[in-house]
């Protein structure tokens, strides 16, 4: 398994504002992801974070809403831009060692977003 | 289009005893892998177990077993003498071999466990 962290673990935010959530993991992974978790609801990708390269988005995912970083095979950032109410949700980094669909992906601890 | 269905939202065991949380699938591919993982008020996702479609015999962990019925489109998870610690969100995942690393998520299990 693979060791990873999040920061912030949690934050409340105006409307309209931005958060850039960071992921660290303690070892180098081929494959890193970010989920959205609303309320009450499963998960659901956002994203796959390419390092070296833009981000892959999913449908219903824009880049100029939720920009991704991935300078190395350690990290990743989430942005989440011009935040609204309904943004308000759990936000997770996963990572998998390879592409192969054989190989397991862990989550990091999550983090947990609040828009008044 | 892939989807996982949990039709139970809820369920409660009592400690010691045994639950089996439900889990469909739909889908046209051959090779693929399924999972549970568990989400305790931590929020942190935790692996639980996982199946390889290819591999008839059932996967387990300890006090987790699955029971995996491929021509069904079925993988239950079933909990030996549950523990208080076991309560949490349980979301069964499932992963095919031509997506690459995605995996899509059912709607998610609530356990509770009374003491």
């Known amino acids: 398994s693979a060791v990873i962290s999040q920061k912030p673990s949690r934050d409340i935010c105006q409307r309209g504002t931005s958060l850039t959530i960071q992921c660290q993991v303690d070892s180098q992974v081929t494959m890193m992801f970010w989920y959205r978790q609303q309320p009450g609801q499963s998960l659901t990708l956002i994203a796959t974070a390419n390092q070296g390269s833009e981000a892959t988005y999913e449908s219903g995912f824009v880049i100029d809403k939720f920009p991704i970083s991935r300078p190395n095979l350690t990290f990743s950032t989430l942005t989440v831009s011009n935040m609204s109410p309904e943004d308000s949700s759990i936000y997770l980094c996963?990572?998998?060692?390879?592409?192969?669909?054989?190989?397991?992906?862990?989550f990091g601890p999550g983090t947990r977003l609040t828009v008044l | 289009a892939q989807t996982v269905t949990q039709s139970q939202p809820e369920m409660s065991v009592q400690e010691a005893e045994t639950v089996t949380l439900s889990c469909t699938y739909d889908?046209?591919?051959?090779?693929?892998?399924l999972f549970w993982y568990k989400q305790p008020p931590s929020r942190q996702m935790i692996l639980v177990i996982r199946?390889?479609?290819?591999?008839?015999q059932n996967a387990t962990e300890n006090r987790f077993s699955v029971n995996f019925q491929k021509a069904a489109k079925s993988f239950s998870l079933k909990i030996s003498d549950s523990q208080l610690g076991d309560a949490a969100m349980y979301f069964c995942?499932?992963?095919?071999?031509?997506?690459?690393?995605?995996?899509?998520f059912g709607e998610g299990t609530q356990l509770t466990v009374n003491p």
């Open positions: 996963s990572v998998a060692r390879g592409p192969h669909y054989t190989d397991t992906q862990y």
């Open positions: 995942a499932y992963r095919p071999e031509t997506s690459g690393s995605r995996l899509t």
């Open positions: 889908t046209s591919e051959s090779d693929y892998y």
């Open positions: 199946q390889e479609a290819y591999k008839q």
